[in-house]
């Protein structure tokens, strides 16, 4: 009874917030209906089919639901790409009817996916709901071997994220735009195993962090690392290799010889993104938050006995497997916050509307945490499903899963996540957002705007800001909205960018500072 109180006292505190208030694009829904298409994103291989000795990869299409507001004639609107959760295993086997993935869900019309994907849309976002390769080996007795193949099947997902932001910059600048999106304001948004997928995206920039992490030889089996660039391919999927598995990693992986891993999708595009929200997730490693990380917003029960709050071992949900050590929400919210990188969610002051309040007496004043104080049995309270499977463990043993159906304390839940996502993403993405964001009048006012000299250009970009205010951040934008240019962590008043190749014509360079996002238009002649 206390649980199902505290839910309703949050969904009317994220109730009460706009009573009375005229609603605003994207702090409300301000469409009535969503619109959903598929569509197909790219193709990759994937190793589900890997069962036998003679079991190859095959390559397998990518595909994601696109929800739109259904009557919006906004013809540049912010990108969300998410992710639903499963454990990286189908969910329903048909002929049995039984989990295969241990979990409660694993598809991308879950209904809590489909709910959340839905809200987002009729606050004025495009949602993509992703499809991303599974598959990896759970009925394997040795912990390291099952902890190898689960390793390899995130960082596919990582692929697959990523691949899908290529894609939409590539329908905008050859394609048309169709979804009208604006390519410089992009989400990724996971739930559950999602969660993971958005956090480590987030942070797994480059391929030498695998090897670089708090534990040694986390990522190694026997010696050999379990990702290898020249056989899975780098974190963005985009690197060249020779594209097939030799002998060496064939014994390790149980792999074929031969068999391709992965292929390149939308090259040439930038996969950079503006805001990592997790629901539930966990970050392999602490080591790979860095200056390049970009703002990461969680959602967790902090005695999640599977995904840790902090630092710990990750435990597969329905098999109890022990995996490996990772840190979650609990862990990443205080290191991205000193790392400066969570600073965009107080740009214009600290939010303080009821539910922000309330997060920083628990979540030691962090902007960047809800925890959702729950009994360990509640560990996704967003989550439910009309369909309670059992699920059948490696040794056979059918066991039930103890999946929510209360889709009123699960919605009430999805209230308070997305009343406390809502302004924190307008301040992210340089929205206008009346009430929370702050605009470029306002940055006027206080002295903290950019000149940009010369303009037109021929050699180099002078980036000044007035009164001593710092630059955050710099980056650079072709016409078609595609990242040419980025430079993080600049914390001067005065930067030069080196024209080095770029070709004539009109760019957009989205400059930050503390208080805000600028964006001015460069000409290079």
């Given at each position: 009874?206390?649980?199902?109180?505290?839910?309703?006292?949050?969904?009317?505190?994220?109730?009460?917030?706009?009573?009375?208030?005229?609603?605003?694009?994207?702090?409300?829904?301000?469409?009535?209906?969503?619109?959903?298409?598929?569509?197909?994103?790219?193709?990759?291989?994937?190793?589900?089919?890997?069962?036998?000795?003679?079991?190859?990869?095959?390559?397998?299409?990518?595909?994601?639901?696109?929800?739109?507001?259904?009557?919006?004639?906004?013809?540049?609107?912010?990108?969300?790409?998410?992710?639903?959760?499963?454990?990286?295993?189908?969910?329903?086997?048909?002929?049995?009817?039984?989990?295969?993935?241990?979990?409660?869900?694993?598809?991308?019309?879950?209904?809590?996916?489909?709910?959340?994907?839905?809200?987002?849309?009729?606050?004025?976002?495009?949602?993509?709901?992703?499809?991303?390769?599974?598959?990896?080996?759970?009925?394997?007795?040795?912990?390291?071997?099952?902890?190898?193949?689960?390793?390899?099947?995130?960082?596919?997902?990582?692929?697959?994220?990523?691949?899908?932001?290529?894609?939409?910059?590539?329908?905008?600048?050859?394609?048309?735009?169709?979804?009208?999106?604006?390519?410089?304001?992009?989400?990724?948004?996971?739930?559950?195993?999602?969660?993971?997928?958005?956090?480590?995206?987030?942070?797994?920039?480059?391929?030498?962090?695998?090897?670089?992490?708090?534990?040694?030889?986390?990522?190694?089996?026997?010696?050999?690392?379990?990702?290898?660039?020249?056989?899975?391919?780098?974190?963005?999927?985009?690197?060249?290799?020779?594209?097939?598995?030799?002998?060496?990693?064939?014994?390790?992986?149980?792999?074929?010889?031969?068999?391709?891993?992965?292929?390149?999708?939308?090259?040439?595009?930038?996969?950079?993104?503006?805001?990592?929200?997790?629901?539930?997730?966990?970050?392999?490693?602490?080591?790979?938050?860095?200056?390049?990380?970009?703002?990461?917003?969680?959602?967790?029960?902090?005695?999640?006995?599977?995904?840790?709050?902090?630092?710990?071992?990750?435990?597969?949900?329905?098999?109890?497997?022990?995996?490996?050590?990772?840190?979650?929400?609990?862990?990443?919210?205080?290191?991205?916050?000193?790392?400066?990188?969570?600073?965009?969610?107080?740009?214009?002051?600290?939010?303080?509307?009821?539910?922000?309040?309330?997060?920083?007496?628990?979540?030691?004043?962090?902007?960047?945490?809800?925890?959702?104080?729950?009994?360990?049995?509640?560990?996704?309270?967003?989550?439910?499903?009309?369909?309670?499977?059992?699920?059948?463990?490696?040794?056979?043993?059918?066991?039930?899963?103890?999946?929510?159906?209360?889709?009123?304390?699960?919605?009430?839940?999805?209230?308070t996540i997305m009343a406390y996502y809502a302004p924190r993403a307008c301040r992210a993405l340089g929205l206008d957002c009346p009430g929370v964001s702050v605009s470029t009048d306002e940055l006027i006012k206080n002295g903290a705007i950019v000149s940009v000299l010369p303009n037109p250009a021929k050699t180099e970009?002078?980036?000044?800001?007035?009164?001593?205010?710092?630059?955050?951040?710099?980056?650079?934008?072709?016409?078609?909205?595609?990242?040419?240019?980025?430079?993080?962590?600049?914390?001067?008043?005065?930067?030069?960018?080196?024209?080095?190749?770029?070709?004539?014509?009109v760019y957009f360079a989205k400059v930050q500072f503390r208080e805000g996002i600028i964006t001015k238009k460069v000409i290079l002649e």
């Amino acid at each position: 009874m206390k649980k199902c109180t505290f839910l309703f006292l949050l969904a009317f505190v994220a109730f009460s917030m706009n009573l009375g208030a005229q609603p605003f694009r994207y702090l409300d829904q301000v469409f009535t209906q969503a619109s959903k298409t598929t569509a197909v994103y790219g193709s990759n291989f994937t190793v589900l089919t890997i069962g036998t000795p003679l079991a190859h990869t095959s390559r397998q299409p990518l595909v994601m639901d696109v929800y739109t507001p259904t009557g919006d004639v906004e013809t540049s609107r912010p990108l969300i790409i998410y992710c639903h959760t499963g454990n990286f295993l189908p969910w329903i086997n048909p002929s049995t009817m039984l989990s295969i993935n241990g979990a409660c869900g694993g598809l991308r019309d879950d209904p809590a996916a489909v709910e959340m994907c839905t809200r987002l849309a009729k606050m004025g976002y495009v949602v993509a709901s992703i499809d991303y390769r599974l598959g990896w080996r759970p009925d394997l007795a040795d912990e390291l071997q099952r902890r190898f193949t689960l390793i390899n099947a995130a960082y596919r997902g990582v692929q697959d994220v990523r691949t899908c932001i290529r894609y939409f910059r590539k329908t905008v600048d050859v394609g048309g735009n169709p979804f009208k999106i604006d390519p410089n304001r992009i989400v990724v948004f996971g739930q559950g195993t999602g969660g993971y997928l958005s956090l480590n995206t987030a942070a797994l920039d480059k391929y030498s962090e695998i090897l670089n992490t708090s534990e040694p030889d986390k990522f190694k089996i026997n010696g050999f690392p379990m990702i290898l660039e020249a056989y899975n391919g780098d974190p963005y999927g985009i690197q060249a290799a020779p594209g097939v598995v030799d002998a060496l990693y064939a014994s390790q992986t149980g792999y074929p010889v031969g068999d391709t891993l992965y292929v390149q999708n939308h090259q040439g595009y930038s996969s950079d993104f503006n805001l990592a929200v997790n629901l539930g997730g966990a970050l392999g490693d602490k080591a790979w938050l860095d200056a390049n990380t970009p703002p990461i917003l969680s959602f967790q029960t902090p005695s999640d006995p599977y995904a840790p709050c902090g630092d710990g071992t990750v435990i597969v949900p329905g098999f109890n497997y022990a995996v490996v050590n990772v840190t979650g929400s609990c862990g990443v919210a205080p290191i991205q916050d000193g790392l400066g990188n969570n600073a965009v969610f107080s740009f214009g002051g600290l939010l303080n509307d009821p539910l922000s309040v309330y997060a920083r007496t628990i979540n030691s004043n962090s902007e960047a945490f809800y925890p959702f104080m729950r009994p360990v049995s509640d560990s996704a309270p967003w989550e439910w499903n009309t369909f309670v499977p059992n699920t059948q463990l490696p040794n056979g043993t059918i066991v039930p899963l103890p999946c929510s159906t209360n889709s009123v304390t699960a919605s009430a839940t999805i209230d308070t996540i997305m009343a406390y996502y809502a302004p924190r993403a307008c301040r992210a993405l340089g929205l206008d957002c009346p009430g929370v964001s702050v605009s470029t009048d306002e940055l006027i006012k206080n002295g903290a705007i950019v000149s940009v000299l010369p303009n037109p250009a021929k050699t180099e970009i002078n980036f000044l800001a007035q009164d001593n205010n710092q630059i955050l951040s710099v980056e650079l934008f072709d016409i078609s909205g595609r990242l040419v240019r980025s430079f993080r962590s600049v914390n001067t008043n005065m930067f030069t960018v080196q024209r080095e190749g770029m070709a004539p014509g009109v760019y957009f360079a989205k400059v930050q500072f503390r208080e805000g996002i600028i964006t001015k238009k460069v000409i290079l002649e």
